[in-house]
T-cell receptor
Framework: GAVVSQHPSRVICKSGTSVKIECRSLDFQATTMFWYRQFPKQSLMLMATSNEGSKATYEQGVEKDKFLINHASLTLSTLTVTSAHPEDSSFYIC????????????FGPGTRLTVL | SQKIEQNSEALNIQEGKTATLTCNYTNYSPAYLQWYRQDPGRGPVFLLLIRENEKEKRKERLKVTFDTTLKQSLFHITASQPADSATYLCALDPRGGKLIFGQGTELSVKP
């Protein structure tokens, strides 16, 4: 099946620093990738939709200058949390859509971000 | 307002029994609905997709029903096993290419 990887799996950083998270589709080309955030015991909340070669589309209430998304190739999207603060601590999950099965999203294993 | 709701209380059942999880939605007309499994500290894993014109779909011990009149989907795991213990998420596509997730139901299967 389609595999999506994320790196790093865990990151701890100091307040004010920036953190980059990578999302890769390993065995398929993903024209669209999605970034979600999940707080403990809560559902996944969509942050943005990323299309290869174009600007990401952000959901209402998500600051695009704070959460920079780049989708430079059909297999890689990155999320950079700029000037991170403790309230940005969360579980960040990406997903990718395979053109062959466009109704299905394949999720990465997630990245646990802790901002001290 | 638009909502998608799952049983918020954890479901505890005995091994071998059938687990039934519920997903209700309001003010959506989804083209399809999906069910995912999520283990602690992990990303969701896709299980089943059911389209608006399908009433039921099966995959091994899993069965999903979709009632667009009641705006409800039921997810069944037959002959449940302790390894089935996880949080199960329903998600729907409100016809925009995105997925909207329910809050998930935690299932615990006791040996």
């Amino acid at each position: 099946g389609a595999v999506v990887s994320q790196h790093p799996s865990r990151v701890i950083c100091k307040s004010g620093t920036s953190v980059k998270i990578e999302c890769r589709s390993l065995d398929f080309q993903a024209t669209t990738m999605f970034w979600y955030r999940q707080f403990p015991k809560q559902s996944l909340m969509l942050m943005a939709t990323s299309n290869e070669g174009s600007k990401a589309t952000y959901e209402q209430g998500v600051e695009k200058d704070k959460f920079l998304i780049n989708h430079a190739s059909l297999t890689l999207s990155t999320l950079t949390v700029t000037s991170a603060h403790p309230e940005d601590s969360s579980f960040y999950i990406c997903s990718a859509r395979d053109g062959a099965t466009p109704d299905t999203q394949y999720f990465g294993p997630g990245t646990r971000l802790t901002v001290l | 307002s638009q909502k998608i709701e799952q049983n918020s209380e954890a479901l505890n059942i005995q091994e071998g029994k059938t687990a039934t999880l519920t997903c209700n939605y309001t003010n959506y007309s989804p083209a399809y609905l999906q069910w995912y499994r999520q283990d602690p500290g992990r990303g969701p894993v896709f299980l089943l997709l059911i389209r608006e014109n399908e009433k039921e779909k099966r995959k091994e011990r899993l069965k999903v029903t979709f009632d667009t009149t009641l705006k409800q989907s039921l997810f069944h795991i037959t002959a449940s096993q302790p390894a089935d213990s996880a949080t199960y998420l329903c998600a729907l596509d409100p016809r925009g290419g995105k997925l909207i997730f329910g809050q998930g139901t935690e299932l615990s299967v006791k040996p």
